[in-house]
């Protein structure tokens, strides 16, 4: 899976720790339309299950995740 060109935007939080990667996500995808696609690169242990968690919570769905490359990608599409 290659990340960064399915996304329609990429947001690298690698060296944050929570909440900040959720808190930078969700900043993040405000500034998206519904149906376009944020990529979010993290290294923080719990940032898989937070992002998880807060894109059910707020309506958006998780496309992908990915560790193959020594960190966390996760691929969440905005939903209305």
Known sequence: MTVET???KVLD???QFCPG???S???AMDELAEGQVLAV???DPAAE???QA???WAGHTVLGLDKSQGYLR???RKGG
Request: hydrophobic residues 60%.
């Open 41 to 43: 690169l993290a290294t």
């Open 13 to 15: 939080v690698r060296g």
């Open 49 to 51: 299950a937070d992002l």
């Open 74 to 76: 996760v691929l969440v």
């Open 54 to 56: 807060w894109a059910k």
């Open 6 to 8: 399915q996304a329609d």
């Open 21 to 23: 990667p959720v808190l």
């Open 25 to 27: 996500a969700r900043k």
